[in-house]
């Protein structure tokens, strides 16, 4: 422990800068993020992928799977989310960009404090001020987006023929949504905050600790008590599809616990499958929507490659990763907790700039390390990409490892049934490598085909070489 403090007290040394130095962080924090802004909207999503949606044929590996109509009508949904993406990111950049030019986040520290004031709490009470703090700044903040989404909802997704969700619904949800985060977020804010004024300048490790603990108890918390909250999960009927699940699951011992089924098409006809749960206790969630447009036999290909994210410990590793990234924040924060420079560049008065609020020196900084973590997503969803191909390979494997020959089309299913979902969803073929780089989490549907052909000729190699 101590040699940790070490390297994490020389980091701050570097940093020392920061509480002496008068930098001017507000034009620092407007220049960054106009220029990420200027580079994610106008110039990816705008000059460089929106062109693509012109195109009238798809591109030629998928060219026998999609019917001109569907091509046509992928083309339009593309273009019409594009636009929305380009209206969404200016209006997002603009409302953040006068939050931080008129001082607002130092007026909410004030109103917040106002706030508890009249409950008859003092400033004496940080954490309690903390908590006001965060709601003040989420009204004023996550509201105004709030029309965005009931575009998104009733007139994007509506106009395409994807929206189920009715206006009770999405009022429900939205109600539904807010009351889980005031029954979690305080609690969580005080912990984290409790910890700071505990472990004073030693609280990377408690800090990373509590977090990791919080993360597990949410895997458990979530769909057990939040995710009942907006869907019912049935267990999934008896049948070919559950027989052929379980018999999977079993040949891979896969510790697989629950079956479900999920109504997603109750706002939705976008489909999906997933697993979560424990190391020892797994649950597998299946859209209705998967199960209604593809086959028992595809829809079984889809939980093969579900099982390989498994199988090759995905989950953990992006765990690992982000307990690595947390660990990187932390460390650098320190720097941004004692300076009184950094909250008198965004307007706040001397008396609280002093003594720096822990919530608001980690907000600032947030704000201040924005561009970096813009790298930080791209770089995961090169990851995650890494990972989704691993995990089709391991579909293809299937056979050769669990020498079940009624497996050695596994690669085709999973490309029939990767071919459905996108047909249904009417996801966009023709995608620029930057956008995808920035957007997606997934490689598109001709990378995947052109990879699921390869593995397929490298899996009918290495059975040959057996014989
Ligand atoms: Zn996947």
Same mark, same amino acid.
């Given at each position: 422990m101590d040699f940790l403090h070490t390297q994490l007290d020389v980091l701050q040394k570097h940093l020392a800068?920061?509480?002496v130095e008068p930098i001017d962080w507000k034009t620092y924090v407007q220049v960054s993020s106009w220029l990420v802004c200027l580079f994610e909207v #106008?110039?990816?999503?705008?000059?460089?992928?929106?062109?693509?949606? @012109? /195109?009238t044929a798809p591109p030629p590996v998928l060219a026998a799977h999609f019917t001109d109509e569907v091509f046509a009508k992928s083309q339009a949904y593309g273009r019409d989310k594009a636009k929305f993406s380009l209206f969404e990111g200016f209006f997002k950049q603009t409302l953040d960009s006068l939050l931080v030019q008129y001082g607002v986040y130092a007026w909410a520290w004030s109103v917040a404090g106002r706030s508890i004031g009249i409950l008859?709490?003092?400033?004496?009470y940080e954490i309690l001020q903390s908590i006001a703090y965060v709601i003040v700044l989420f009204l004023v903040s996550v509201i105004p987006s709030l029309p965005l989404s009931v575009y998104r909802t009733f007139v994007l997704e509506e106009k395409h023929g994807f929206n189920k969700t009715t206006p009770v619904l999405f009022v429900m949800d939205l109600l539904k949504g807010y009351a889980v985060g005031l029954v979690l977020v305080p609690p969580f804010l005080a912990a984290f905050l409790y910890i700071f004024k505990w472990a004073g300048d030693r609280f990377v490790p408690w800090l990373m600790a509590f977090l990791l603990a919080f993360q597990l108890v949410m895997v458990v918390l979530y769909p057990t008590v939040i995710q009942p909250l907006f869907n019912k999960l049935s267990p999934l009927a008896e049948g070919e599809l559950r027989t052929r699940i379980e018999a999977l699951a079993s040949r891979l011992k896969f510790p697989l616990t629950h079956l479900y089924e999920i109504?997603? @098409?109750?706002? @939705? #006809?976008h489909s999906n499958a997933y697993f979560y749960g424990l190391p020892w206790s797994k649950h597998i969630v299946i859209f209705d929507t998967l199960i209604k447009q593809s086959k028992a036999d595809e829809v079984e290909a889809v939980l093969a490659h579900e099982l390989g994210h498994w199988y090759h410990m995905h989950p953990t590793k992006l765990l690992l990763i982000s307990q690595a990234h947390i660990f990187t924040i932390l460390g650098i924060f320190p720097a941004f907790l004692h300076a009184p420079a950094v909250l008198r560049a965004f307007d706040f008065p001397a008396d609280v700039a002093t003594h720096p609020p822990t919530i608001v020196a980690f907000l600032l900084f947030q704000m201040i390390v924005a561009p970096f973590e813009a790298v930080v997503g791209v770089a995961m969803n090169a990851l995650s990409r890494r990972f989704e191909y691993q995990a089709d390979n391991f579909a293809c494997k299937l056979r050769g490892m669990l /020498?079940?020959?009624?497996?050695?089309d596994m690669g085709d299913r999973l490309g029939r049934a990767l071919i459905t979902l996108h047909q249904e969803n009417l996801s966009?073929?023709?995608?620029?490598w930057l956008f995808s780089a920035y957007h997606h989490s997934h490689p598109t549907l001709g990378e995947r085909l052109r990879a699921l052909e390869a593995f397929k000729v490298d899996e009918s190699k290495s059975s040959k070489k057996e014989l």
């Open positions: 800068f920061v509480a #106008s110039y990816v999503i705008r000059l460089r992928q929106y062109p693509l949606y @012109s /195109k008859g709490y003092g400033p004496e109504d997603g @098409s109750k706002r @939705s #006809s /020498k079940v020959e009624e497996m050695a966009t073929v023709w995608v620029d």
